[in-house]
């Protein structure tokens, strides 16, 4: 080995710092900076090679696809800022409400045409929190069942599209941001579809812990209630068409599909009568935020990336996957208990930057069909997503749970839909025509 071991040194370095809670680009550059020094004092590293970073970094922000970050979030930020997203929950639980389950289905529905809307899990999960888990506490519903089903439906936005997951994986694994959508659909729509069944289950051999709600929560019926459809539900669903359906249809790029969809967003709340400056002001503030430290961790883990190849480090851990007993099962294995552990403990945007990198030269020399990778590893990070004692979505859902919700409560809840995303998992595992099958057939 020559100076590998300063790359193995450096990498171990990093996941010590950013555990330490500093903040992921800077821990990207730190390390890189630290150790750039470290290996140009003992010659494996030379400054000259910093000279390719302007080329790197520029090409990453005249990226045209990255370019739909801004526009998915902030359509997501002007539904939930505008009330447009709470009036298709309200809307929903009402149609549905006489079911048992009832609520909890409306949960799983709205979460996946939410999800379908904005790509942003924090604001799904909050959202839908703050709305449906009081109701369903105060008719009865079982605290554990309640915030289980928010949890797991508010991060379907994590793998259906315009999932902000499957933009960036796009840009890391070299793939059109375009298939992954559509790879994404199917297993996207049955793990909601799972979900329902899950809940549609529970309710008839538990009635009690999924009651229907009461008939004062349905007085709304007739004229009344479908014109309240129509408002709520129709120009939500026909938005979410018009933005998928032109990329599905080759007749948009996603860039300006999400450009369409944030001013569709925008025309929604005027007609709603909800359009305010300050509105726009606070989505734009949101959306510069999450543009802002996406586009911060890019620059400064090509920084990074820079100096751990100079030293080795990619040729090293390439060269260990490939050396790996078992071959293309065995790597499959591997990677995705790496995606999980680290999904437990760190956010999606600093898995993408860390793990794709040392993952996809393998990936490529084994011939795997690298949109059918970049779906398993999204699926993967969803389920890491929900996973005690750490996963995100837990920790957004009990920022704004009643107090009667423990976090006990919270994390027992999330199990049985961390099982079944489990299982969904290794079902586009082991078929692989669940992500390929809408991709060769646009292809055709």
């Given at each position: 080995?020559?100076?590998?071991?300063?790359?193995?040194?450096?990498?171990?370095?990093?996941?010590?710092?950013?555990?330490?809670?500093?903040?992921?680009?800077?821990?990207?550059?730190?390390?890189?900076?630290?150790?750039?020094?470290?290996?140009?004092?003992?010659?494996?590293?030379?400054p000259a090679r910093l000279l390719l970073l302007p080329n790197l970094w520029f090409g990453t922000m005249g990226n045209f696809t990255l370019l739909a970050i801004p526009f998915f979030v902030f359509l997501g930020a002007v539904l939930e800022k505008s009330g447009l997203a709470e009036d298709l929950l309200e809307t929903v639980g009402i149609l549905i409400g006489p079911l048992?389950?009832?609520?909890?289905?409306?949960?799983?529905?709205?979460?996946?045409?939410?999800?379908?809307?904005?790509?942003?899990?924090?604001?799904?999960?909050?959202?839908?929190?703050?709305?449906?888990?009081?109701?369903?506490?105060?008719?009865g519903y079982d605290k554990q069942l309640a915030a289980g089903v928010i949890v797991a439906s508010g991060t379907l936005a994590q793998l259906i599209p315009p999932s902000l997951?499957?933009?960036?994986?796009?840009?890391?694994?070299?793939?059109?941001?375009?298939?992954?959508?559509?790879?994404?659909?199917?297993?996207?729509?049955?793990?909601?579809?799972?979900?329902?069944?899950?809940?549609?289950?529970?309710?008839?051999?538990?009635?009690?812990i999924a009651p229907a709600l009461p008939l004062e929560m349905r007085q709304m019926s007739g004229l009344a209630l479908f014109k309240r459809t129509v408002r709520a539900i129709l120009p939500p669903v026909v938005l979410i068409?018009?933005?998928?359906?032109?990329?599905?249809?080759?007749?948009?790029?996603?860039?300006?599909?999400?450009?369409v969809g944030a001013v569709g967003a925008c025309v929604l709340a005027a007609l709603n009568r909800r359009l305010t400056f300050k509105l726009l002001m606070d989505a734009a503030h949101a959306t510069a935020i999450v543009t802002g430290v996406v586009m911060m961790i890019l620059i400064c883990s090509a920084f990074f990336g820079l100096v751990f190849d100079a030293l080795g480090g990619k040729t090293l851990i390439t060269n260990m996957l490939l050396s790996l007993p078992g071959g293309y099962l065995t790597f499959i294995v591997v990677a995705n208990l790496t995606i999980f552990l680290l999904g437990v403990f760190?956010?999606?945007?600093?898995?993408?930057?860390?793990?794709?990198?040392?993952?996809?030269?393998?990936?490529?020399?084994?011939?795997?069909?690298?949109?059918?990778?970049?779906?398993?590893?999204?699926?993967n990070l969803q389920t890491a997503f929900i996973s005690p004692p750490v996963g995100f979505s837990l920790f957004y859902l009990q920022s704004v749970a009643p107090k009667e919700v423990s976090t006990e409560d919270i994390h027992r809840g999330a199990l049985p839909f961390m099982a079944?995303?489990?299982v969904v998992l290794v079902l586009v595992i082991v078929f692989p025509q669940t992500v390929s099958w809408l991709v060769e057939r646009s292809a055709q």
């Open positions: 080995m020559g100076y590998e071991w300063l790359a193995i040194a450096m990498f171990v370095g990093f996941l010590a710092l950013l555990l330490s809670g500093y903040p992921v680009a800077f821990s990207f550059a730190g390390t890189g900076l630290v150790f750039g020094l470290l290996g140009w004092m003992v010659g494996a590293f030379e048992r389950g009832g609520m909890a289905l409306a949960v799983v529905l709205v979460g996946t045409l939410l999800a379908a809307a904005t790509g942003v899990v924090a604001a799904t999960v909050i959202l839908m929190g703050l709305l449906s888990l009081p109701i369903m506490l105060r008719y997951v499957l933009v960036v994986l796009s840009d890391q694994i070299g793939v059109s941001v375009g298939d992954l959508f559509l790879g994404a659909l199917i297993p996207g729509l049955l793990l909601a579809g799972a979900y329902a069944i899950y809940v549609l289950v529970i309710a008839f051999f538990k009635p009690a068409f018009l933005v998928l359906g032109s990329i599905f249809f080759g007749l948009a790029t996603p860039t300006e599909a999400g450009a760190l956010e999606f945007i600093e898995i993408c930057f860390i793990a794709m990198p040392l993952l996809v030269p393998a990936a490529q020399a084994l011939g795997i069909d690298m949109v059918w990778f970049g779906v398993v590893m999204a699926l079944i995303q489990l």
